[in-house]
């Protein structure tokens, strides 16, 4: 039997947070990266306010490992262009922030990303990539390694355990059939619900603590009203882009040369625009979805 529980952004912000909870999260990393993860604490992240992160639907959580290693999971619903760079980005504040002031390089955290997204990032046919760094040589295709001395400071065998390690999983592209432990999360973090049957690390928990049913009365309300807000926010953002594209496409047509196409081009973005701007979605999420500027959506207005 399957049981409806609350979703993994939601238990990130309320639930998971809590030294009680940290199990649930371990069980979760350690079946991703594939080694045991022990949560020594949960550190201030950027986007843990309520207002700013439910408006853009982001949640992210930052973990310190019993290593001292950096753990940054972030849940992304709402499509991103430049996703890609923003993950870069967040690494290198990271590493930059918790760095000790005077300390020397040597003192660079390791970083893991862990990327949850509900959008089309990127073209592939995958929903787990993995990234890392190495040195290949371009004439013996050999891989840079650490010195002897270097493995024995630093307490490393490759050259890429000093660098950040990113994690991309692309939800919507599970195909709901778990083949593994692994697996067993993405249908959770897919379907916000787990089977009897599922033995992965950290899902025992995770059925007990994050049963909606469990939830007291308030808690119950205030996470139904804000799925019930997402889907629509969801549906208004897929209108938006339905009638806008129609739009464009006649007037694009109506042009006919490639001039015109461009021009279509730019109409459909406008008519995505002005077709938000009358659902009433702010102009922030209007440009990441039309790529138009914040003074170009006002002027629409």
């Known amino acids: 039997m399957k049981r409806k529980l609350v979703s993994f952004d939601w238990a990130m912000k309320k639930i998971l947070r809590q030294k009680a909870n940290f199990r649930i999260l ?27 992160d439910d408006k853009f639907n982001r949640v992210d959580l930052l973990a310190k490992n019993e290593k001292d290693e950096l753990i940054l999971i972030e849940i992304q619903h709402n499509s991103e262009i430049d996703y890609f760079h923003r993950m870069l ?14 300390g ?11 990327n949850i997204v509900y959008f089309s990032l990127g073209q592939g046919d995958d929903y787990i990539y993995y990234g890392k760094t190495d040195f290949i040589g371009l004439n013996k295709k050999d891989t840079l390694t650490p010195s002897s ?11 890429n355990e000093i660098y950040p390690e990113y994690y991309i999983l692309r939800v919507n592209n599970f195909d709901d059939v778990a083949k593994n432990t692994l697996d067993e999360w993405i249908y959770f973090l897919k379907n916000e619900e787990i089977d009897d049957n599922f033995n992965a690390k950290g899902l025992d928990l995770a059925k007990e603590s994050l049963d909606i049913l469990k939830l007291d009365d308030k808690a119950r309300s205030i996470y139904n009203r804000r799925e019930q807000n997402r889907m629509y926010k969801e549906s208004l953002l897929y209108t938006a882009k339905k009638d806008g594209i129609k739009e464009g496409k006649i007037e ?12 279509g081009r730019k109409n459909r973005e406008i008519e995505i625009a002005k077709t938000s701007i009358k659902q009433n979605i702010d102009i922030k999420t209007i440009s990441l979805i039309t790529g138009l500027t914040v003074d170009e959506i006002k002027s629409l207005s």
């Not at 371990?26 to 700013?52: H, M, P």
């Not at 980005?89 to 005077?102: D, F, M, P, S, V």
């Open 26 to 52: 371990e069980g979760f990393l350690t079946e991703l990266l594939k080694f045991d993860v022990k949560i020594e604490e949960i550190l201030e992240s950027e986007a843990n306010q309520e207002t700013e």
């Open 89 to 102: 980005y967040g690494t290198a504040k990271l590493i930059c922030e918790h760095i000790q002031k005077g």
């Open 104 to 114: 020397g390089y040597t003192k660079v955290k390791k970083v893991y990303s862990v």
């Open 149 to 159: 001395r270097q493995k024995e400071d630093f307490q490393i065998d490759k050259v």
């Open 252 to 263: 694009g047509k109506q042009e006919g040369l490639k001039e015109g196409k461009e021009q």
